[in-house]
């Protein structure tokens, strides 16, 4: 449960350290936070399944995040919108991996009942 402790953790910092981050960077954040969150995602449904490795967590969190703003930033620099392309596909993985996570605990708490 390494993701979900980092998420909370994350959470706690932002909330009590509050900062804001400029208009103009507005997209590259956005869509690194949805590679972060996908990647927090993907280790918790990685941990549920018994195959969470933390390298392949940490390379994907900082990796992704890295790589998405890096794509939204050459997006911005040629006039396409290419952050909508990253907001999709990370906010589909995201929606993924919820379901199963919540499929999951469903079928944990009726076969319990």
């Known amino acids: 449960m390494v993701p979900l402790l ?13 900062y804001n981050i400029p208009k103009e ?4 954040a956005a869509v690194a936070i949805l590679a972060a969150l996908d990647s ?6 990685a941990s549920m399944n018994s195959k969470f490795k ?8 900082f990796g992704n995040s890295l790589l998405a703003a890096l794509l939204a930033y050459i997006g911005d620099r040629l006039g ?10 990370f906010g589909n993985r995201i929606f993924l991996n919820f379901g199963y ?11 319990n009942s």
Do not use: C, D, M
């Open 101 to 111: 996570i919540r499929r999951k605990l469903l079928e944990k708490n009726t076969e």
């Open 25 to 28: 960077y507005s997209n590259y």
């Open 6 to 18: 980092g998420l909370i953790i994350g959470l706690l910092i932002g909330i009590l350290i509050p």
């Open 40 to 45: 927090v995602f993907g280790g918790i449904v």
């Open 80 to 89: 396409i919108q290419l952050h909508l392309a990253a907001v999709f596909a």
């Open 54 to 61: 933390i390298k392949v967590f940490l390379s994907g969190f």
